[in-house]
């Protein structure tokens, strides 16, 4: 017998018509992290290291909360009685992205910076002998320590705050001189590693004009946009058991979009590279008034590059601590470096020659600062189980 469709009998199939596609949402939220975010055990690291009895392991604790490439996170800790060596785990490259390694160890370099605070915090006296260490390339530094004082500094202290800026920053407020003096400073004392700073707006227009050029060339390039998906985490399951990559939280859409994105299925590496491509026009680089620039004699020597990411640990610590942002802007080098990979013309090359200056000098990692507008999200990390040998 066929029921008579009434207004009562419409609106109570509507009612259940809305359950099922909230229920769909609300899992679908719940699947993807809407309700979760930077919680569960990827996100431990951030809150628990300072806690290990054995102070020893707090140094690599706070070393994996360093800044790293993709959130690639490529390193590998062995812990002995007074020394620490320090292992690029070259299973989480990122192919085309990074064909000599380039990015791997400022990661690395990063997160020496970071063992090295927290040595001192702990009341080691370290001493640092960088590579080579022996027959194996990927053994890249050593940390050896003895007894000594106490000293958090206020870097130190800013270790578990210090995130990835790709929120749009205030290009209303302006950096004040003390300020570029103070981070200027720690850029003394490194061998073949120095700091250039760009503030001339067309100064920095040409590297925001040229960046943008470069991040087309690499969505071109289906190899380097591969290889660059690949670290892209969808789900939160999948966030959670890999603990690593570019997650939505991260991207600095505020919790409004992120919500929305989350909500949405999975992307494809072509809409992910249309993502990233109008973010950086509209959100990132139309709001940067202020450009540092690492640069080093020469960009392809490894220990250079862990000389770097030294540097470059202790300038996002130092941003944090004043209250400002910043985001790293590899593509230009990305493209250089591809360029010379395939042995064609070295467009992106010639680029960052010309914004260097100097031909002494060799661009090695770019990157935008300022005044945050929204708060910044942690990546997942890998615990402490997952990097000692």
């Not at 431990?44 to 994996?64: G, H, K, S, Y």
């Not at 940390?143 to 929120?167: C, F, K, N």
């Not at 990233?276 to 959100?283: G, M, P, S």
């Amino acid at each position: 017998m066929t029921r008579k469709l009434t207004r009562r009998n419409f609106l109570k199939g509507m009612g259940l018509a809305s359950i099922v596609v909230a229920g769909g949402l609300v899992w679908r939220a719940a699947d993807s992290g809407v309700f979760s975010t930077a919680q569960g055990a990827a996100y431990e690291p951030w809150t628990n290291w300072r806690d290990a009895q054995d102070p020893r392991l707090n140094l690599i604790r706070a070393a994996i909360l360093a800044s790293n490439p993709h959130n690639s996170q490529p390193w590998l800790f062995r812990l002995a009685d007074r020394r620490i060596d320090v292992f690029a785990d070259t299973r989480r490259t990122l192919g085309a992205i990074d064909p000599f390694l380039r990015e791997l160890h400022i990661g690395l370099g990063a997160a020496l910076s970071n063992l090295l605070l927290a040595a001192r915090a702990e009341g080691y006296q370290s001493e640092l002998t960088l590579l080579p260490i022996g027959a194996d390339p990927a053994h890249v530094a050593q940390v050896e320590w003895m007894s000594g004082t106490p000293e958090a500094s206020p870097l130190y202290a800013a270790i578990p705050q210090r995130h990835t800026d790709r929120a749009a920053f205030d290009p209303t407020r302006i950096i004040s001189p003390e300020q570029w003096a103070r981070l200027s400073e720690l850029a003394q004392g490194f061998d073949d590693v120095s700091l250039r700073w760009m503030t001339d707006p067309q100064a920095v227009r040409f590297f925001c004009d040229r960046t943008l050029e470069a991040t087309q060339a690499i969505i071109d390039d289906e190899q380097q946009s591969s290889d660059s998906f690949a670290w892209q985490r969808g789900s939160w399951q999948e966030l959670q058991e890999k603990r690593d990559g570019l997650t939505y939280d991260a991207q600095g859409m505020g919790p409004v979009m992120t919500s929305i994105v989350k909500l949405l299925p999975t992307i494809t590496k072509a809409q992910a590279d249309r993502g990233w491509f109008e973010a950086l026009r509209d959100r990132q680089l139309a709001t940067t008034t202020a450009v540092g620039l690492i640069v080093t004699r020469d960009a392809l020597d490894a220990r250079q590059q862990l000389t770097a990411g030294r540097l470059w640990q202790l300038l996002h610590l130092q941003l944090t601590v004043e209250g400002l942002g910043a985001q790293p802007l590899n593509q230009l080098v990305e493209r250089r470096d591809r360029e010379i990979q395939l042995g064609g013309e070295s467009h992106f090359g010639e680029v960052l020659t010309e914004m260097v200056g100097d031909n002494r000098w060799s661009a090695l990692m770019p990157f935008r600062v300022g005044y945050p507008t929204l708060p910044t999200l942690p990546s997942p990390r890998r615990d402490l189980q997952a990097v000692l040998l």
